[in-house]
């Protein structure tokens, strides 16, 4: 069964400091990976994906992530924080037929100090 | 891309009335949709999801049920709400084999 762990529920950053979101998945078969971004009372949007090829994967908003098979991990970065960043933050995966429904974590909201 | 349409945004129901939210999808045909409560201050739960019209599949048992009429049309249920049910409910589709979902605008309900 796939899953996702979402490190710290709750990060705080500088406006300007690097933004650094962690997301380690388990899967028995190569995965889709996904981050979304999700504002106080909106629906979720998809900042970035990862299905195949080139490992970093750069989305909206200034964002990237990388997927590193070997640490099973797909951590969300950008390199300076704006204070329109601050909002609720979910990984997600996937089996890659793409047919299932999306595993989530738990979220980490992130916070942008002035 | 396809676009995920719900309705109400906000919605206030006493314990013991009856619920029907509804979504709709433009955009795509045949979609996979979905529909997740998401509880104050928690994540994602999965309610229900269905591949086809008339196809539901629940991930919780629970005070709600789920329908699709139609291709475009996923209608989320319930005969009698309990406290329990309040928090924002979100509707999702998703192309098959593309494995990325479309989230709506979400329906925030609260029971009194």
Redesign the interface.
């Known amino acids: 069964a796939q899953s996702v762990t979402q490190l710290g529920s709750h990060v705080s950053v500088s406006e300007g400091a690097l933004v650094l979101l962690r997301c380690n998945y388990s899967s028995s078969v190569p995965p889709?990976l996904?981050w979304?971004v999700q504002y106080p009372?909106?629906?979720?949007?998809?900042l970035l994906?990862y299905?195949t090829g080139a490992t970093l994967v750069k989305g909206i908003n200034g964002f990237e992530a990388e997927f590193k098979k070997s640490e099973t991990s797909f951590h969300l970065t950008k390199p300076s924080a704006h204070m329109s960043d601050a909002a609720e933050y979910?990984c997600?995966v996937?089996r890659?037929?793409?047919?299932t429904?999306?595993v989530?974590?738990?979220?980490t909201r992130l916070s942008v100090i002035a | 891309s396809q676009t995920i349409h719900q309705w109400p945004a906000t919605l206030v129901q006493p314990v013991g009335s009856p619920l029907s939210l509804e979504c709709t999808v433009e955009g795509t045909s045949n979609p996979n949709l979905y529909w997740y409560r998401q509880a104050a201050g928690r994540g994602l739960q999965l309610l229900f999801y269905s591949v086809g019209i008339g196809q539901i599949s629940s991930e919780v048992p629970q005070n709600l049920s789920a329908s699709r009429p139609q291709d475009r049309q996923f209608i989320l249920s319930s005969k009698k709400l309990l406290l329990s049910d309040s928090g924002f409910y979100l509707c999702a589709g998703m192309d098959r084999g593309e494995g990325e979902q479309f989230f709506g605008p979400g329906t925030r309900l609260t029971v009194l």
Do not use: I, R
């Open positions: 889709y996904f979304y009372n909106q629906g979720l949007q998809l994906k299905t979910f997600a996937s890659s037929s793409g047919n429904p999306l989530f974590g738990k979220g």
